[in-house]
């Protein structure tokens, strides 16, 4: 089985074909996907790219342009001081399967 190091969005994933991966929220519009590999794994033969491997592309589609995560909140409290503050936070993500992994 093929596997690779990708960068997208500042963030480096371990991918293999046919996998659905959820990265930070790609532009408006974006319905495919195309990075070049950082270290790509086939079998026993590990490929180490000076800073990408040559002549290997990863492809992916989007999926879902637009996945809500899970709400984080944060409570600033303290005590006998009537200090108390909530806030919300639910991240943005785009869904993304891998489609192939080669040249």
């Excluded at 999926?63 to 005590?79: C, L, M």
Aim: charged fraction near 35%.
């Amino acid at each position: 089985m093929k596997k690779a190091v990708i960068k997208v969005g500042g963030k480096q994933y371990l991918v293999a074909e046919k996998e659905t991966l959820r990265v930070d929220l790609l532009p408006t519009g974006t319905k495919e996907l195309e990075t070049d590999a950082l270290l790509v794994i086939d079998g026993d033969k590990t490929t180490v790219g000076t800073p990408t491997v040559k002549g290997v592309k990863v492809s992916a589609k989007v999926k879902e342009a637009e996945v809500k995560g899970d709400k984080v909140r944060v409570i600033r409290y303290h005590s006998k001081k009537r200090v108390h503050t909530e806030n919300g936070h639910r991240q943005k993500y785009s869904l993304i399967e891998i489609v192939s992994i080669g040249k």
